[in-house]
Protein backbone atom coordinates (compact mmCIF):
# COMPACT_ATOMS: atom_id res chain seq x y z
CA UNK A 1 0.00 0.00 0.00
CA UNK A 2 1.66 3.89 -0.71
CA UNK A 3 0.40 6.59 1.27
CA UNK A 4 -1.96 9.87 0.27
CA UNK A 5 1.10 11.98 0.39
CA UNK A 6 3.10 9.64 -1.54
CA UNK A 7 0.70 8.97 -4.67
CA UNK A 8 -0.32 12.80 -5.05
CA UNK A 9 4.06 13.65 -5.61
CA UNK A 10 4.54 11.23 -7.54
CA UNK A 11 1.23 11.52 -9.88
CA UNK A 12 2.14 15.57 -10.08
CA UNK A 13 5.30 14.63 -11.47
CA UNK A 14 3.56 12.71 -14.13
CA UNK A 15 1.27 15.38 -15.08
CA UNK A 16 3.74 18.24 -15.87
CA UNK A 17 2.10 19.50 -19.52
CA UNK A 18 -0.71 20.09 -16.88
CA UNK A 19 -1.01 24.09 -15.60
CA UNK A 20 -2.29 22.42 -12.33
CA UNK A 21 -0.42 19.42 -11.90
CA UNK A 22 -0.97 19.23 -8.11
CA UNK A 23 -4.79 20.50 -8.47
CA UNK A 24 -5.13 17.64 -11.19
CA UNK A 25 -3.47 14.57 -9.13
CA UNK A 26 -5.48 15.97 -5.46
CA UNK A 27 -8.79 16.02 -7.86
CA UNK A 28 -8.47 12.39 -8.78
CA UNK A 29 -6.86 10.59 -5.94
CA UNK A 30 -10.35 12.42 -4.10
CA UNK A 31 -12.41 10.96 -7.17
CA UNK A 32 -10.95 7.61 -6.53
CA UNK A 33 -10.82 7.60 -2.71
CA UNK A 34 -14.99 8.92 -2.72
CA UNK A 35 -13.94 11.77 -0.70
CA UNK A 36 -13.40 15.67 -0.88
CA UNK A 37 -10.22 17.12 -1.07
CA UNK A 38 -10.07 18.02 2.06
CA UNK A 39 -9.68 14.56 3.61
CA UNK A 40 -6.07 14.29 1.82
CA UNK A 41 -4.60 16.76 3.30
CA UNK A 42 -6.25 15.97 6.43
CA UNK A 43 -4.96 12.38 6.40
CA UNK A 44 -2.05 12.73 4.23
CA UNK A 45 0.28 10.11 5.79
CA UNK A 46 -2.95 7.28 5.80
CA UNK A 47 -2.11 4.42 3.05
CA UNK A 48 -4.62 3.68 0.30
CA UNK A 49 -5.67 0.02 -0.49
CA UNK A 50 -3.86 -1.55 -3.48
CA UNK A 51 -7.49 -1.58 -5.19
CA UNK A 52 -8.04 1.70 -5.17
CA UNK A 53 -4.03 2.91 -5.87
CA UNK A 54 -4.72 0.81 -9.04
CA UNK A 55 -7.72 2.58 -10.69
CA UNK A 56 -5.63 6.03 -9.36
CA UNK A 57 -3.17 4.69 -11.31
CA UNK A 58 -5.12 3.69 -14.37
CA UNK A 59 -6.64 7.98 -14.16
CA UNK A 60 -2.76 9.22 -13.95
CA UNK A 61 -1.98 7.11 -17.49
CA UNK A 62 -5.03 8.82 -18.64
CA UNK A 63 -4.28 12.09 -17.86
CA UNK A 64 -0.84 12.05 -18.31
CA UNK A 65 -1.99 11.38 -21.86
CA UNK A 66 -4.04 14.56 -22.33
CA UNK A 67 -7.40 13.43 -21.00
CA UNK A 68 -9.32 16.25 -18.90
CA UNK A 69 -9.52 15.29 -15.33
CA UNK A 70 -13.30 16.38 -16.17
CA UNK A 71 -14.04 13.41 -18.40
CA UNK A 72 -11.95 10.88 -16.01
CA UNK A 73 -14.45 12.74 -13.13
CA UNK A 74 -17.39 12.98 -15.54
CA UNK A 75 -18.33 16.39 -12.95
CA UNK A 76 -17.24 19.49 -13.39
CA UNK A 77 -17.72 22.67 -10.82
CA UNK A 78 -19.40 25.49 -12.71
CA UNK A 79 -21.26 28.53 -10.31
CA UNK A 80 -20.47 26.67 -7.21
CA UNK A 81 -22.71 23.63 -9.07
CA UNK A 82 -21.42 20.06 -9.27
CA UNK A 83 -21.77 19.62 -13.33
CA UNK A 84 -22.13 16.02 -14.78
CA UNK A 85 -20.00 16.43 -18.02
CA UNK A 86 -19.51 14.01 -20.93
CA UNK A 87 -17.29 13.85 -24.63
CA UNK A 88 -20.19 15.32 -25.69
CA UNK A 89 -20.49 18.60 -23.85
CA UNK A 90 -17.92 21.55 -23.51
CA UNK A 91 -16.62 21.08 -20.24
CA UNK A 92 -17.60 24.53 -18.56
CA UNK A 93 -14.74 27.17 -17.85
CA UNK A 94 -14.67 29.62 -15.40
CA UNK A 95 -14.04 32.61 -17.86
CA UNK A 96 -18.17 31.58 -19.04
CA UNK A 97 -19.13 32.43 -15.55
CA UNK A 98 -18.50 36.24 -16.79
CA UNK A 99 -21.68 35.73 -19.39
CA UNK A 100 -23.22 34.24 -15.77
CA UNK A 101 -22.88 37.72 -13.82
CA UNK A 102 -23.67 39.71 -16.51
CA UNK A 103 -26.36 38.31 -17.31
CA UNK A 104 -27.81 38.03 -13.46
CA UNK A 105 -26.65 41.77 -13.22
CA UNK A 106 -29.53 42.59 -16.10
CA UNK A 107 -32.23 40.32 -14.62
CA UNK A 108 -34.16 41.82 -11.58
CA UNK A 109 -33.97 39.51 -8.99
CA UNK A 110 -37.72 38.84 -8.45
CA UNK A 111 -38.41 38.87 -12.35
CA UNK A 112 -40.52 36.17 -14.47
CA UNK A 113 -38.70 36.30 -17.37
CA UNK A 114 -38.06 34.01 -20.40
CA UNK A 115 -34.43 33.40 -21.02
CA UNK A 116 -33.08 31.51 -24.03
CA UNK A 117 -30.01 29.70 -23.40
CA UNK A 118 -28.42 28.67 -26.94
CA UNK A 119 -25.79 25.83 -27.32
CA UNK A 120 -26.50 24.81 -23.74
CA UNK A 121 -23.97 21.77 -23.99
CA UNK A 122 -24.06 20.45 -20.35
CA UNK A 123 -26.35 22.83 -19.49
CA UNK A 124 -23.86 25.10 -17.10
CA UNK A 125 -25.20 28.70 -17.77
CA UNK A 126 -29.33 27.90 -17.76
CA UNK A 127 -28.60 25.74 -14.48
CA UNK A 128 -26.96 28.77 -13.01
CA UNK A 129 -29.05 31.14 -14.12
CA UNK A 130 -32.52 29.27 -13.13
CA UNK A 131 -30.78 28.94 -9.80
CA UNK A 132 -29.98 32.74 -8.94
CA UNK A 133 -33.52 33.58 -10.69
CA UNK A 134 -35.88 30.44 -9.47
CA UNK A 135 -39.01 32.95 -10.71
CA UNK A 136 -37.63 32.66 -14.42
CA UNK A 137 -38.40 30.01 -17.32
CA UNK A 138 -35.29 29.19 -19.25
CA UNK A 139 -35.51 26.96 -22.29
CA UNK A 140 -32.40 25.32 -23.41
CA UNK A 141 -31.37 24.27 -26.48
CA UNK A 142 -28.67 22.27 -28.19
CA UNK A 143 -28.49 20.77 -31.38
CA UNK A 144 -26.59 17.54 -29.72
CA UNK A 145 -29.55 15.09 -28.29
CA UNK A 146 -26.60 13.57 -26.31
CA UNK A 147 -25.69 16.79 -24.69
CA UNK A 148 -29.12 17.67 -23.81
CA UNK A 149 -29.56 14.23 -21.92
CA UNK A 150 -26.44 15.39 -20.04
CA UNK A 151 -28.11 18.83 -19.04
CA UNK A 152 -31.39 17.42 -17.98
CA UNK A 153 -29.65 15.12 -16.06
CA UNK A 154 -27.80 17.96 -14.21
CA UNK A 155 -31.40 19.86 -13.69
CA UNK A 156 -32.40 16.82 -12.13
CA UNK A 157 -29.85 15.97 -10.25
CA UNK A 158 -30.07 19.66 -8.85
CA UNK A 159 -33.36 19.81 -8.23
CA UNK A 160 -34.18 22.42 -10.90
CA UNK A 161 -37.37 22.48 -12.89
CA UNK A 162 -37.89 25.89 -14.36
CA UNK A 163 -36.13 24.51 -17.50
CA UNK A 164 -36.86 23.37 -20.58
CA UNK A 165 -34.86 21.52 -22.95
CA UNK A 166 -35.16 21.68 -26.67
CA UNK A 167 -33.53 19.96 -29.55
CA UNK A 168 -32.34 22.95 -31.68
CA UNK A 169 -30.48 24.19 -33.88
CA UNK A 170 -29.91 27.51 -32.74
CA UNK A 171 -33.32 29.21 -32.91
CA UNK A 172 -34.71 26.07 -35.22
CA UNK A 173 -36.89 24.76 -32.34
CA UNK A 174 -38.61 28.31 -30.92
CA UNK A 175 -41.85 28.82 -32.70
CA UNK A 176 -42.31 32.02 -34.98
CA UNK A 177 -43.49 34.25 -32.57
CA UNK A 178 -42.07 32.84 -29.28
CA UNK A 179 -39.71 36.14 -27.94
CA UNK A 180 -37.61 36.27 -25.03
CA UNK A 181 -36.62 39.29 -22.50
CA UNK A 182 -32.86 37.83 -22.75
CA UNK A 183 -30.83 35.40 -24.75
CA UNK A 184 -27.46 34.11 -24.14
CA UNK A 185 -24.70 31.86 -25.92
CA UNK A 186 -21.66 30.55 -25.31
CA UNK A 187 -21.42 28.53 -28.97
CA UNK A 188 -18.70 27.14 -30.71
CA UNK A 189 -16.05 30.16 -31.72
CA UNK A 190 -12.47 28.58 -32.16
CA UNK A 191 -11.58 28.63 -36.21
CA UNK A 192 -11.39 24.95 -37.91
CA UNK A 193 -7.26 25.73 -38.42
CA UNK A 194 -6.62 26.83 -34.97
CA UNK A 195 -3.54 24.92 -33.69
CA UNK A 196 -4.97 25.16 -30.26
CA UNK A 197 -7.38 22.29 -31.12
CA UNK A 198 -5.08 19.69 -31.13
CA UNK A 199 -3.30 20.65 -28.19
CA UNK A 200 -3.90 19.79 -24.37
CA UNK A 201 -7.75 19.00 -23.07
CA UNK A 202 -9.36 20.67 -26.56
CA UNK A 203 -8.04 17.28 -28.50
CA UNK A 204 -10.83 15.36 -26.19
CA UNK A 205 -13.68 17.49 -26.28
CA UNK A 206 -16.44 17.50 -28.88
CA UNK A 207 -15.38 19.79 -32.49
CA UNK A 208 -19.02 20.24 -32.57
CA UNK A 209 -18.85 22.55 -29.73
CA UNK A 210 -16.06 24.28 -30.24
CA UNK A 211 -15.27 24.99 -34.09
CA UNK A 212 -17.33 27.46 -36.00
CA UNK A 213 -15.89 27.58 -40.06
CA UNK A 214 -12.79 29.48 -40.90
CA UNK A 215 -12.96 32.32 -38.91
CA UNK A 216 -14.91 30.95 -36.27
CA UNK A 217 -18.00 33.47 -36.40
CA UNK A 218 -20.10 30.92 -38.46
CA UNK A 219 -22.33 30.28 -35.25
CA UNK A 220 -22.30 33.84 -33.72
CA UNK A 221 -23.15 35.34 -37.61
CA UNK A 222 -26.67 32.78 -37.15
CA UNK A 223 -27.30 33.10 -33.59
CA UNK A 224 -27.41 37.21 -34.72
CA UNK A 225 -29.52 36.58 -37.78
CA UNK A 226 -31.95 34.42 -35.51
CA UNK A 227 -32.15 35.73 -32.99
CA UNK A 228 -33.13 39.72 -32.93
CA UNK A 229 -36.88 38.03 -33.88
CA UNK A 230 -37.14 36.29 -30.90
CA UNK A 231 -36.19 39.16 -28.18
CA UNK A 232 -38.66 41.43 -26.94
CA UNK A 233 -38.19 45.30 -27.86
CA UNK A 234 -35.36 46.35 -25.18
CA UNK A 235 -34.26 42.44 -24.76
CA UNK A 236 -30.86 41.51 -24.60
CA UNK A 237 -28.35 39.25 -26.20
CA UNK A 238 -24.95 37.71 -24.65
CA UNK A 239 -22.84 36.01 -26.65
CA UNK A 240 -19.31 34.46 -25.41
CA UNK A 241 -16.48 35.01 -27.73
CA UNK A 242 -12.87 34.57 -28.39
CA UNK A 243 -10.05 36.84 -26.74
CA UNK A 244 -9.47 37.94 -30.47
CA UNK A 245 -13.08 38.37 -32.09
CA UNK A 246 -13.98 41.27 -29.95
CA UNK A 247 -13.94 43.99 -32.10
CA UNK A 248 -15.50 41.51 -35.31
CA UNK A 249 -18.15 40.42 -32.99
CA UNK A 250 -19.13 43.93 -32.21
CA UNK A 251 -19.35 44.37 -36.12
CA UNK A 252 -21.67 41.90 -36.56
CA UNK A 253 -24.20 42.96 -34.00
CA UNK A 254 -23.98 46.18 -35.62
CA UNK A 255 -24.68 44.88 -38.80
CA UNK A 256 -27.46 42.97 -37.43
CA UNK A 257 -29.57 46.11 -36.17
CA UNK A 258 -28.49 45.49 -32.42
CA UNK A 259 -27.93 48.63 -30.29
CA UNK A 260 -25.78 49.79 -27.72
CA UNK A 261 -23.03 46.89 -28.41
CA UNK A 262 -20.18 46.76 -26.43
CA UNK A 263 -17.58 44.21 -25.26
CA UNK A 264 -16.52 43.11 -21.96
CA UNK A 265 -13.06 41.70 -21.10
CA UNK A 266 -12.51 38.34 -18.60
CA UNK A 267 -10.14 37.80 -15.66
CA UNK A 268 -7.67 38.32 -17.68
CA UNK A 269 -7.83 41.38 -19.27
CA UNK A 270 -9.16 39.55 -22.85
CA UNK A 271 -12.62 40.03 -24.83
CA UNK A 272 -14.96 37.45 -23.95
CA UNK A 273 -18.16 38.96 -24.06
CA UNK A 274 -20.15 40.46 -26.37
CA UNK A 275 -23.53 42.04 -25.62
CA UNK A 276 -26.33 44.26 -27.27
CA UNK A 277 -30.12 44.93 -27.27
CA UNK A 278 -32.72 44.82 -29.92
CA UNK A 279 -33.36 48.34 -30.68
Avoid at 12 to 22: E, L, V
Wanted: charged share 25%; proline share 4%; aromatic share 6%.
Amino acid sequence: MARIDTLLEDASRQFSASDTPRLDAEVLLAHALHKARSYLRAFAEDEVEDTTTQTFSLLVARRAAGEPVAHLTGEREFWSLPLQVSAATLIPRPDTELLVEQALDRIPAAADWRIADLGTGSGAIALAIASERPRCQLVACDISTAALGVARANAQRLGLKNIEYRHSDWCSALADAEQFDLIVSNPPYIRATDPHLEQGDVRFESRLALVAGTDGLDAIRLILKQARQHLVSGGGLLIEHGYDQGEDVRKLFTASGYADVKTLQDSGQNDRLSLARRA
